[in-house]
C-alpha cells in the first residue's frame, strides 16, 4: 500500500463521525448517496463506509450549496464536478434560503448544529445536541456549543431583517427540549435537603427561560434539588413561592436591564420564613447580563453556568 493511501485510510471517517462534522444525520448522508452518488469511494469489506478526505471535501460543498438554497440535486451536481474545490452558491433569484452563520473560533460541534440548523434538518439539531450532553456534560455543552450557535442565529437574524426567524425558533426549541429531557423530574428531589430546594425564575417581563433551563438541567445532573417557574414571574407569586417553599436560593434571570429590577430583588431576600426566632431568608442569585454593573452586598452574579452551580452546589456540600 502507498505512503499516500496510509495516510488516507489513517483519517477516514465512519458515516456517524461524518454525519456529526457536517452537521447531519447519518440517514441524510445514505440517502445522498444513493440518490446522488456521494458516498465514499472506497468501502472497507465491501460494505462499511468509511470517508476518505476527498469523500469529506464533496460532502461539504453539498452541505454549504444546500444551506444557501440550492436544490440537493443541482448542488449534488457541482459537488461532485467541482470534487471539493471552493465554489460559488449559484445565484438564485428571489431565494430566501439562510446562508452560513458567522460562527468564528468555536468547537467542531458548533459548525454541525449551525449546519443543520440552517438546513431546518431537526433530526440532525436533536442529535447533534444530545451527543454534545452526553460526551462533555450540561454545563459545557451549553457553554461551548449552545451558547456560541444561539449566538450566531442571534447575530445573523439582527443583520437580515426577517430572516433566520424560523431557524432561531428551530434550534431554540430543540435546545429547550435537549435540557428537558436531561433534567430529573422534580419527584426524585423531595425531602433530598432541609434547606430547601433552588428556585429559579424570570423576573416579571422577562421571556427569556433558556439560561435557567439550562441551570436546572445542571443543577439536576448533580442531583440537587430544584423548582422552575420559568418566564416572566410576577413579583407577588415570587414572594408567595418564597413563603411556601423555604427555598435555599432564588435565581433571579433578567436579560437586558429593562427587566432587571434591584427593588425586587432586595424584596426577595428580604422574605422570611419559619418560626419565631429562627427565621430564615434565602440567597438570591442574579443571574443574567440585564444586571450588569449592579453591585449588591449578600446578592452573587455568576458569569456563566459552570460558576452558578458551584455556587448553588456549594450551598449543600457545607450542610451537616
Known amino acids: 500500500m ?24 447519518p440517514t441524510t448522508l445514505r440517502s445522498w448517496d444513493r440518490r446522488y452518488g456521494l458516498g465514499p469511494a472506497v468501502r472497507a469489506d465491501g460494505r462499511h463506509r468509511r470517508w476518505a478526505p476527498e469523500d469529506v471535501a464533496v460532502l461539504e460543498t453539498m452541505c454549504r450549496l444546500t444551506s444557501s ?17 471552493a465554489m460559488d452558491p449559484p445565484v438564485r433569484r428571489g431565494s430566501r434560503a439562510a446562508g452560513p452563520l458567522p460562527l468564528g473560533d468555536v468547537r467542531q460541534e458548533c459548525r454541525g448544529l449551525a449546519r443543520a440548523a440552517v438546513r431546518l434538518d431537526a433530526p440532525a439539531v436533536e442529535h447533534q445536541l444530545a451527543t454534545a450532553v452526553e460526551r462533555y456534560g450540561i454545563a459545557v455543552a451549553w457553554q461551548e456549543v449552545m451558547v456560541p450557535t444561539l449566538h450566531a442565529v442571534g447575530r445573523k437574524w439582527e443583520s437580515s431583517g426577517d430572516r433566520y426567524v424560523e431557524v432561531e425558533h428551530l434550534l431554540s426549541w430543540h435546545v429547550s427540549t435537549t435540557l428537558r429531557r436531561c433534567t430529573r423530574p422534580p419527584e426524585r428531589h423531595l425531602g433530598a435537603s432541609p434547606t430547601g430546594p433552588v428556585v429559579l425564575a424570570c423576573v416579571p417581563g422577562e421571556q427569556h427561560t433558556l439560561p435557567i433551563e439550562a441551570l436546572n438541567a445542571g443543577l439536576g445532573e448533580l442531583g440537587l434539588p430544584t423548582r422552575m417557574f420559568g418566564a416572566a414571574v410576577p413579583a407577588q407569586a415570587l414572594t408567595a413561592v418564597v413563603r411556601r417553599l423555604g427555598p435555599a436560593a432564588v435565581v433571579l434571570w433578567a436579560q437586558s436591564r429593562s427587566t432587571a429590577d434591584l427593588p425586587l430583588a432586595r424584596h426577595v431576600v428580604a422574605t422570611r420564613w419559619g418560626v419565631k426566632g429562627a427565621r430564615r431568608q434565602p440567597l438570591v442569585v442574579l443571574g443574567g447580563p440585564g444586571w450588569s454593573g449592579a453591585r449588591v452586598r449578600g446578592m452573587p452574579r455568576p458569569t456563566n453556568l459552570g460558576d452558578a452551580v458551584e455556587i448553588l452546589a456549594g450551598m449543600y456540600a457545607a450542610e451537616p
Open 69 to 85: 438554497g440550492v436544490p440537493p440535486a443541482e448542488a449534488a451536481r457541482a459537488a461532485k464536478e467541482t470534487s471539493g474545490q
Open 2 to 25: 502507498s505512503e499516500s493511501h496510509i495516510g488516507s485510510a489513517a483519517v477516514s471517517l465512519t458515516t456517524g463521525a461524518l454525519a456529526r462534522r457536517l452537521g447531519v444525520s
